[in-house]
């Protein structure tokens, strides 16, 4: 199965220009860059082999609801795949029960989700059991009851420990590798995705990404995903 290596730029960068530049520097299969909304056109425009993703789009398809981006608003501009409650926004007031209404409004525009997952240092302290439990809990809150009834392809897991984000330490590839599974189980026998795909985020890179793409099918990357070098690298260890 081809990685897939996700670029989430977050609120980066600060111009159009550079995400043009960024954009045209990591331009390569088996890539989904995920800029903020405004710079989505742009890229669409210039990006020849990687695909385009969103950080986030809202659960109504229009109407009035100042500020947000609706998946058929995404889905017509050509973007491919969605990250839906990524621990950044669950910290910003997400909860669940957005997510799951998000979750099922992206599968239904077409887009690919990505649904990020992952506990806090708190539950890892208590150890992989109870990483388990929280997590099981949380795919059962976040992924709609509609959607295991119909056979929909495309469903993405990212398992982004949050005390990893942005953290400059990730996690270990052998307890990734634990909860990856866990969750592949998870989605096998609770809800019958048969061909879902789970990624490793957290302080990925260009030394440690090797490892994580062992254990998990593609990696979500932050940090390194500005900086064309490492990202690249981490491209190569990919391949
Ligand atoms: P990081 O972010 O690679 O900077 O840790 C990952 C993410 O938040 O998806």
Redesign the pocket.
Not at 201 to 204: E, H, N, R
């Given at each position: 199965m081809s990685k897939l290596l996700v670029a989430?730029w977050k609120m980066n960068p600060t111009s159009e220009n550079e995400a043009i530049r960024l954009a045209k520097a990591i331009d390569k299969e088996g890539i989904a860059i995920a800029p903020p909304f405004i710079f989505l056109p742009a890229l669409k425009k210039v990006l020849k082999n990687a695909s385009l993703g969103a950080q986030d789009a809202f659960w109504e398809e229009k109407g009035a609801f100042t500020g947000e981006v609706s998946p058929p608003m995404l889905k017509k501009l050509g973007v491919e795949y969605v990250i839906i409650g990524?621990s950044?926004r669950r910290a910003l007031g997400e909860t669940d029960a957005i997510i799951n209404k998000k979750v099922l409004a992206a599968l239904k525009a077409g887009l690919k989700l990505i649904l990020c997952v992952g506990e806090d240092l708190k539950i890892r302290r208590r150890g992989l059991k109870a990483v388990k439990n929280f997590i099981k809990n949380q795919l059962q809150k976040d992924l709609p009851a509609k959607i295991f009834k119909k056979n929909l392809g495309g469903l993405i897991v990212a398992y982004?420990p949050i005390w990893?984000?942005?953290a400059g330490k990730a996690d270990t590839p052998e307890d990734a590798k634990e909860i990856i599974n866990f969750i592949k189980k998870i989605l096998h026998s609770n809800f019958y995705f048969l061909n879902s795909k789970v990624l490793y985020?957290?302080?990925?890179n260009a030394q440690n990404a090797a490892g994580f793409l062992k254990v998990a099918d593609g990696l979500?990357?932050?940090?390194?995903s500005l900086r064309v070098k490492e990202f690249l690298s981490i491209l190569r260890s990919s391949a």
């Open positions: 989430n990524h950044e982004e990893a984000i942005g985020g957290g302080s990925v979500l990357v932050g940090g390194a």
